[in-house]
């Protein structure tokens, strides 16, 4: 047992020399690190690479729908598109007049708007009107005027005067149009 133990003393202090005059294990550590690095950062380009393709697409499909759209470009009201995903409508187009009257609750940017639901773009009181009125329209496929709410430049609630109207394509999108008929602003009380 002592001669066991002997050869084993005398084995651990020669990988232990050799380990001091070599470095081995520090060096296969910093091999084995540069080699994941080199991994990793490979994985990291090809990332960005489809990150980027992404973007393009979505760039593209948000000027395709513009297009698509572009019968209400010039329209004097504020029109928009929403597409019914699920239990969510999502925009998909607003025309520029939308962005001349609505556009300060989202930078004045025609793009930033679409891809978003009501609930991630207002209050939820507001948000919820519109999605009720959405919800009766894509279900009775009637048209219907509401009076429903927005905000203004200064932060005031505002009426508004609303159609809405349903078109289905190809037996599956629902889409949901809405165009603002009129602006009901309060008068400011003189004191």
Do not use: C
């Amino acid at each position: 047992m002592n001669k066991l133990a002997v050869k084993s003393k005398n084995i651990i202090l020669k990988i232990t020399s050799l380990e001091k005059k070599r470095k081995i294990i520090a060096n296969a550590s910093l091999l084995l690190l540069t080699v994941s690095t080199y991994f990793l950062r490979s994985e990291n380009q090809e990332v960005k690479i489809q990150h980027a393709t992404l973007q393009e697409k979505s760039s593209n499909l948000k000027q395709n729908m513009i297009i698509f759209n572009s019968n209400y470009e010039d329209f004097p009201l504020p029109v928009w598109q929403k597409v019914k995903r699920g239990d969510e409508f999502i925009i998909q187009y607003i025309n520029p007049n939308y962005v001349t009257e609505f556009g300060h609750i989202f930078n004045n940017d025609q793009y930033a708007l679409i891809g978003k639901n009501n609930f991630e773009i207002f209050s939820k009181k507001i948000a919820q009107l519109y999605y009720e009125n959405d919800v009766a329209v894509s279900i009775t496929g009637s048209r219907i005027e509401s009076i429903e709410e927005a905000i203004d430049k200064e932060g005031k609630i505002i009426k508004l005067k609303v159609i809405k109207w349903r078109d289905i394509k190809d037996n599956k999108d629902t889409l949901v149009y809405g165009m603002v008929k009129e602006i009901i602003r309060y008068p400011q009380v003189i004191k």
